[in-house]
């Protein structure tokens, strides 16, 4: 094939010049081919198209667009009927956003007829994918790696994805492409009667037109319906959450192309059976710690519980600590409210039902699950009274609104050996939360807005006007409040050298590997 070049020959590929030739440049050149020419005159075109030096191929490509702001997609029923009907070979159907009926096609011509139209390819698609893809024309990708841990990373590129369908993107518009790969004697011929084909063509009704809003609505929806569904994953962690993830990431990557599956355990879940729970294979390329990540283990009837359960009636200090931070579900009692807690002082509960509002307010939706999103749409302030803002810090509640979290076993009060320092009761940790009204507030901190126009600024200025017995009330009503929580953040005190914690939640940064 190559003997015709001689010693050596060159292979010239021009990409992104079709706005140089579109329509002649709008009249200023007769033709396409005219405008090519006056535009890239370091190639001599006249020798390129004598075949005696060798064969010029050119794409010759025709644009539908609409008058208003629509997007195009063409109709996979017409496309196969035109490529079947041009002497194409099947091909590769891309659907777009996992649409049945709608996407692009792509295909060489049969070598037959490629002898007679001088046509070897061609590709109809839509450019409503330009709206997301960058100047290099590669797809960004989503690493299921990334989406796994749920790091920044894939919170960002989510993000941008958002705010370009939800924002400039629906008020463009755009519309379908059809080109063909063809010699360049060819395309001399074909170029008069182009547009003319085009108008023909179009009456079969190819495209479906959609105002670009809803288009573009529907990708935002689906955009945040995947994201929702990866944040519940990672918040219950089935033993499939490796398959799961690649699926959604799957289906996250089509919304912009037609992504190729690689690996293994995806395709065995597009085409056959979802996979069960993750092998090591799968823990592998999603960097997971199977140390973290135990089989659920499901809490059993307290009735039929027996001393030996689930650790003994004597455990050690390290069997407990390894309890609550793989089931502490197990181990800990069901939280029920208890009326006495009621400290029978408006203001001692409008101030603890402040200070549960204030701190789940600070976490942000990369944090938090799907469930305390809705409970926040439901009740914006989060707890309305005592009972409400008490159940905020029981396990259950922690655990179903924090999609990733740690417990750590506290030792105050409870007897035996425990090896380190001793452990501050939750009735001893009042005072990091509601820090003395003397205390130097923090310069650098997320604490800060809790000392000048949150709980703590309004605390303060409760303690400067209470006389000392009525302070010493508040003080021991707080302590009963405090003594019958389940779950507190690992929070520091602020000092006048140190800020303490970062802010009030311990937060880890989740990193891909």
Same mark, same amino acid.
């Given at each position: 094939?190559?003997?015709?070049y001689?010693?050596?020959?060159?292979?010239?590929?021009g990409?992104? /010049?079709?706005?140089?030739?579109?329509?002649?440049?709008?009249?200023r050149?007769?033709?396409?081919?005219?405008a090519?020419k006056?535009?890239?005159?370091?190639?001599?075109?006249?020798?390129?198209?004598?075949r005696?030096?060798g064969?010029? !191929?050119?794409?010759?490509?025709?644009?539908?667009n609409p008058t208003?702001q629509f997007?195009?997609?063409?109709?996979?029923d017409?496309?196969?009927?035109?490529?079947?009907k041009?002497?194409?070979?099947?091909?590769?159907?891309?659907?777009?956003?996992?649409?049945?009926? !709608?996407?692009?096609?792509?295909?060489?011509?049969?070598?037959?007829?490629?002898?007679?139209?001088? /046509?070897?390819?061609?590709?109809?698609?839509?450019?409503?994918?330009?709206?997301i893809?960058?100047?290099?024309n %590669?797809?960004?990708c989503?690493?299921?790696?990334?989406?796994?841990?749920?790091?920044?990373g !894939?919170?960002k590129?989510?993000?941008?994805?958002?705010?370009? !369908?939800?924002?400039?993107?629906?008020?463009r518009?755009?519309? *379908?492409?059809?080109e063909?790969?063809?010699?360049g004697?060819?395309?001399?011929?074909?170029?008069?009667?182009?547009?003319? %084909?085009?108008?023909a063509?179009?009456?079969?009704?190819?495209?479906?037109?959609?105002?670009?809003?809803?288009?573009?609505?529907?990708m935002?929806?689906?955009?945040?319906?995947?994201?929702?569904?990866?944040?519940?994953?990672?918040?219950?962690?089935?033993?499939?959450y490796?398959i799961q993830?690649s699926?959604?990431c799957h289906?996250?990557?089509?919304?912009?192309?037609t992504?190729?599956?690689?690996?293994?355990?995806l395709?065995?879940?597009?085409?056959?059976?979802?996979?069960?729970?993750?092998?090591?294979?799968?823990?592998?390329?999603?960097?997971?710690?199977i140390?973290?990540?135990?089989?659920?283990?499901?809490?059993?009837?307290?009735?039929?519980?027996?001393?030996?359960?689930?650790?003994?009636p004597?455990?050690?200090?390290?069997?407990?600590?390894?309890?609550?931070q793989?089931?502490? %579900?197990?181990?800990?009692?069901?939280?029920?409210?208890n009326?006495i807690?009621?400290?029978?002082?408006?203001?001692?509960?409008?101030?603890f039902?402040?200070?549960?509002?204030?701190?789940?307010?600070?976490?942000?939706?990369?944090q938090?699950?799907n469930?305390?999103?809705d409970a926040?749409? /439901?009740?914006?302030? /989060?707890?309305?009274?005592?009972?409400?803002?008490?159940?905020c810090?029981?396990?259950?509640?922690?655990?179903?609104?924090?999609?990733?979290?740690?417990?750590?076993?506290?030792?105050?009060?409870?007897?035996?050996?425990?090896?380190?320092?001793?452990?501050?009761?939750?009735?001893?940790?009042?005072?990091?939360?509601?820090p003395?009204?003397d205390?130097?507030?923090?310069?650098?901190?997320?604490?800060?807005?809790?000392?000048?126009?949150?709980y703590?600024?309004?605390?303060?200025?409760? *303690?400067?006007?209470?006389?000392?017995?009525q302070?010493?009330?508040?003080h021991?009503?707080?302590?009963?409040?405090?003594?019958?929580?389940?779950c507190?953040?690992?929070?520091?005190?602020?000092?006048?050298k140190s800020?303490?914690s970062?802010?009030?939640?311990?937060?880890?940064?989740?990193?891909?590997?």
């Amino acid at each position: 094939m190559l003997a015709p070049y001689g010693s050596f020959f060159f292979v010239l590929e021009g990409k992104g /010049i079709k706005l140089w030739t579109k329509d002649g440049q709008d009249g200023r050149y007769d033709t396409p081919y005219e405008a090519l020419k006056k535009n890239f005159t370091n190639l001599d075109w006249d020798y390129m198209m004598d075949r005696k030096h060798g064969e010029l !191929y050119l794409d010759v490509g025709i644009s539908f667009n609409p008058t208003g702001q629509f997007v195009g997609l063409w109709r996979l029923d017409a496309l196969k009927a035109s490529f079947q009907k041009g002497g194409f070979r099947k091909g590769v159907t891309h659907h777009t956003n996992t649409l049945g009926r !709608y996407g692009g096609i792509q295909a060489e011509m049969l070598l037959a007829n490629a002898r007679s139209s001088q /046509i070897c390819f061609r590709s109809a698609y839509q450019l409503c994918y330009e709206a997301i893809r960058p100047n290099n024309n %590669q797809p960004r990708c989503i690493s299921d790696r990334d989406a796994y841990h749920l790091t920044d990373g !894939y919170l960002k590129e989510c993000q941008w994805m958002h705010e370009i !369908y939800s924002g400039g993107a629906s008020k463009r518009a755009y519309g *379908c492409r059809d080109e063909y790969r063809m010699s360049g004697q060819a395309a001399l011929k074909v170029l008069p009667y182009l547009k003319e %084909q085009a108008e023909a063509f179009m009456k079969s009704k190819p495209i479906l037109w959609i105002p670009s809003n809803i288009w573009f609505g529907l990708m935002d929806g689906r955009l945040e319906g995947l994201r929702h569904a990866q944040k519940s994953l990672k918040a219950h962690k089935p033993l499939n959450y490796g398959i799961q993830t690649s699926i959604l990431c799957h289906l996250l990557r089509s919304l912009t192309s037609t992504p190729i599956v690689m690996d293994a355990h995806l395709r065995q879940s597009l085409q056959k059976k979802i996979i069960k729970e993750d092998n090591a294979q799968i823990h592998k390329l999603m960097g997971a710690n199977i140390k973290g990540h135990p089989k659920s283990l499901a809490p059993q009837n307290p009735t039929t519980i027996s001393l030996d359960w689930p650790i003994g009636p004597q455990p050690s200090w390290k069997d407990v600590v390894q309890m609550i931070q793989d089931n502490p %579900q197990l181990l800990m009692r069901p939280w029920v409210y208890n009326p006495i807690w009621d400290p029978g002082d408006l203001d001692v509960g409008m101030l603890f039902i402040q200070f549960t509002r204030e701190f789940w307010l600070q976490l942000g939706g990369a944090q938090t699950t799907n469930e305390f999103m809705d409970a926040i749409m /439901i009740n914006p302030r /989060i707890c309305d009274d005592l009972q409400e803002a008490m159940s905020c810090w029981s396990l259950d509640r922690v655990n179903e609104w924090i999609i990733s979290i740690k417990f750590q076993a506290c030792s105050a009060g409870l007897e035996g050996d425990k090896p380190g320092r001793p452990h501050l009761s939750f009735v001893q940790r009042r005072t990091t939360f509601f820090p003395d009204k003397d205390s130097t507030p923090p310069q650098s901190s997320k604490w800060k807005i809790y000392w000048t126009e949150g709980y703590i600024a309004h605390y303060h200025k409760m *303690c400067s006007e209470l006389p000392e017995p009525q302070l010493q009330h508040l003080h021991n009503r707080l302590d009963i409040l405090f003594a019958n929580l389940q779950c507190l953040p690992d929070s520091n005190k602020p000092t006048a050298k140190s800020p303490g914690s970062t802010g009030p939640w311990h937060l880890e940064r989740t990193a891909s590997r």
